[in-house]
């Protein structure tokens, strides 16, 4: 069931972002008096799931799902229909309109990538509001969950002060991909501040060591339930919060491993929090220092009552959400730029963590979250904006820079070029479309 929940919102998401970016190409194509022959959800190689012509369109669903696409008459694109191009060119052709028409045209569909990202920011900050933890609340520090970041200095208990010299006022889901590029990170460890220089190829030691969180805020041991075999089956239940062990405070969970591993083997005294009570109990400690208990999530006002955090929450009326969704796009933006950056720089090892289609699937949750839906969404309508902007022949960013170059020039390039380029540029995307999607079967098959 989970994976049919994400399932369907990587379907919808996908459909929804390939859709609008095609209509953001079909709609100046029609203002411009272009024909558009067809207009397509995935592609119908060989053969299409459903067509229907309406006027000069025909508008289908194929059956690859690498994309979607608008065939417009007179334009060498993915189709490679050079037939048509020896054709005498004919006004209601892409080839017969001014280049500003063009430019327009080709531009479209990234411009609606951008402005659905950031209407879908608004929205969220006028719907949601925000909803977060002030960095001054994490006051006994992060928990560090990955050996990479332990390695590069960063230890459970320090506070984040500062990343790359840029404060850390609240603490969310962003602070993680801004320490994954970051180069110095401020921290304070035991009252006492200290800088901490990233090793270059800290992304590509991240990406190795294949565990998704780097840092979290630290949480309660929390029983979600217990294992089949574990002895303390009858001993612990259900959202029981371990807070002692051996006589030693638990007030995270952090803290609990390192007690379990001076201990296995043994039956040690407990103390759990059950329905706001302390409960002393008798726990078995298995040979691997494990209790054989599942960790379980705290709820937000749960971890408010038992004095963990204090989350901060900001409601926006319609018009402040605009300035504040505008805000988030641009960071998210700037942060993707960032990212780009890093895969394009061998050094970082960043360009083992690209993915494809699985990678894209794997970011959704397993239980329907409209919010998370639309966040999720938001972000790959700016990653495919920015990716098809790329100077690449065959996306809209290859048609643009010869369009460019005309307007520039006053020499239009020739169909034989155009079409050799496209032809470049199609194994191009190929080629990375190969190298996306490998990455994606090593990590599942050999990591």
Do not use: C
Not at 231 to 258: C, H, R, S, T, W
């Amino acid at each position: 069931m989970e994976i049919a929940v994400k399932f369907g919102q990587f379907l919808l998401s996908l459909s929804l972002l390939i859709v609008l970016h095609e209509l953001g190409h079909f709609i100046p194509a029609k203002i411009f008096k272009t024909k558009v022959e067809k207009f397509y959800l995935f592609f119908d190689a060989k053969f299409s799931l459903f067509k229907k012509k309406i006027g000069e369109t025909v508008y289908g669903i194929g059956w690859l799902p690498l994309g979607g696409y608008v065939k417009i008459a007179g334009m060498i694109d993915e189709s490679m229909d050079t037939e048509t191009m020896k054709q005498e060119p004919q006004p209601w052709e892409f080839r017969s309109k001014p280049a500003w028409q063009r430019l327009i045209i080709m531009l479209g569909g990234v411009t609606v990538n951008f402005i659905l990202a950031f209407l879908i920011y608004i929205g969220m900050a006028y719907a949601y509001g925000d909803y977060y933890v002030k960095n001054s609340e994490v006051k006994d520090g992060v928990w560090v969950q990955n050996p990479v970041v332990e390695k590069a200095g960063i230890l459970t208990g320090d506070k984040i002060l500062s990343i790359d010299n840029k404060k850390v006022d609240k603490f969310s889901s962003a602070i993680m991909s801004d320490l994954l590029m970051a180069k110095t990170v401020e921290i304070e460890r035991n009252g006492t501040p200290q800088t901490i220089t990233l090793p270059q190829n800290f992304i590509g030691q991240f990406i190795d060591e294949d565990k998704r969180n780097a840092i979290s805020l630290r949480i309660p041991f929390a029983v979600r339930g217990l294992a089949d075999d574990s002895k303390n089956k009858d001993i612990l239940k259900a959202k029981d919060i371990v807070v002692e062990l051996n006589g030693q405070p638990v007030k995270y969970f952090d803290q609990a491993p390192k007690i379990l591993e001076a201990n296995k083997g043994k039956s040690i005294p407990g103390v759990v929090l059950r329905d706001n009570k302390r409960v002393p109990v008798q726990l078995n400690v298995n040979a691997d220092g494990k209790l054989g208990a599942a960790l379980g999530a705290v709820q937000e006002d749960n971890l408010e009552r038992l004095g963990y955090y204090k989350f901060s929450r900001v409601s926006y009326g319609f018009f402040e959400s605009i300035p504040v969704g505008i805000d988030k796009g641009v960071e998210q933006l700037a942060g993707y730029g960032r990212q780009l950056k890093a895969i394009f720089t061998p050094s970082t090892g960043a360009a083992k963590g690209v993915g494809g289609f699985y990678a894209i699937f794997n970011i959704f949750p397993e239980e329907w979250s409209w919010q998370v839906f639309w966040a999720i969404t938001a972000m790959l309508s700016i990653v495919l904006g920015v990716m098809n902007l790329l100077p690449i022949p065959a996306l809209d960013g290859g048609h643009v820079m010869f369009l460019l170059y005309e307007m520039i020039s006053g020499r239009k390039p020739s169909d034989k070029f155009l079409e050799r380029a496209q032809m470049v540029g199609f194994f191009l995307l190929i080629g990375l479309v190969l190298f996306a999607n490998g990455n994606d079967i090593y990590k599942l098959f050999f990591k």
